[in-house]
């Protein structure tokens, strides 16, 4: 069975400070593993994933997030973040279906409020 | 190219009442997902269609859920009789084709309130 967690359900942080959201994630098998954002009113939107190679990877709007295998984590950060980064943000893993398609196990979600 | 929309972005039921909404995928996406949530709580995974055949439908709560994808395009999904604790958000993604990894693609939501 797969598992998701994040710990942090409100993360509140000042304009242009940098930020980290936390994920850790249990699997009988290997993972891939995602951050999705939600701005308000809108869809999920795949900020970045890890699939394989590289455990450091870039997404979009400056977010980058580190897999650690032996930590089983896969934290979210931003060096500098802006009011319109406010938003909720969930930590993911796929499964594989029988099928085809594949099955996203998700956290919580953290929901991040920039101020000025 | 028009995303994943979901129809209505709102509803507001009684108990006991009928309701059905409804999910348009992207355009010759083959697999389309229905996910939950409920208030607080993590994002549930309902269950998943390749074009018309359901593959797996582990996560539907009950019978009172019918999801149905006629002739492999839109899907909708019943909820029949509604009780409060069916309440959350709604999500349906899809995603093109099979293997390993296919990147879901989600819908804006519909926000079910059941009173």
């Known amino acids: 069975a797969q598992s998701v967690t994040q710990l942090d359900s409100q993360v509140p942080v000042f304009e242009e400070a940098p930020v980290e959201l936390r994920c850790n994630y249990s699997?009988?098998?290997?993972?891939?593993l995602f951050w999705y954002v939600q701005y308000p009113n809108q869809g999920l939107q795949l900020l970045l994933k890890y699939l394989s190679g590289s455990t450091l990877v870039k997404g979009i709007n400056g977010f980058e997030a580190e897999f650690n295998k032996s930590q089983t984590s896969f934290h979210l950060r931003k060096p500098s973040v802006h009011i319109s980064d406010t938003a909720e943000y969930f930590c993911?893993?796929?499964?594989?279906?029988?099928?085809?398609?594949?099955?996203?196990?998700f956290g919580t979600g953290t929901q991040l409020k920039v101020e000025l | 190219e028009a995303g994943v929309t979901q129809f209505p972005s709102h509803s507001v039921i009684e108990k006991g009442q009928t309701v059905t909404l409804r999910c348009d995928p992207i355009?010759?996406?083959?697999?389309l997902y229905w996910y939950r949530r409920v208030m607080g709580k993590e994002i549930k995974f309902l269950l998943h269609f390749v074009k018309e055949s359901k593959q797996d439908e582990s996560g539907m709560p009950n019978n009172r859920f019918l999801a149905e994808r006629t002739g492999g395009t839109y899907s909708t999904l019943k909820v029949q009789p509604a009780e409060l604790e069916d309440s959350g958000v709604y999500f349906c993604?899809?995603?093109?084709?099979?293997?390993?990894?296919?990147?879901?693609?989600f819908g804006p939501g519909t926000r079910l309130t059941v009173l």
């Open positions: 355009s010759g996406h083959d697999n």
């Open positions: 993604a899809s995603s093109q084709g099979t293997g390993k990894y296919n990147e879901q693609f």
């Open positions: 993911a893993v796929n499964l594989i279906l029988t099928g085809g398609g594949n099955k996203l196990t």
């Open positions: 699997s009988s098998v290997s993972v891939y």
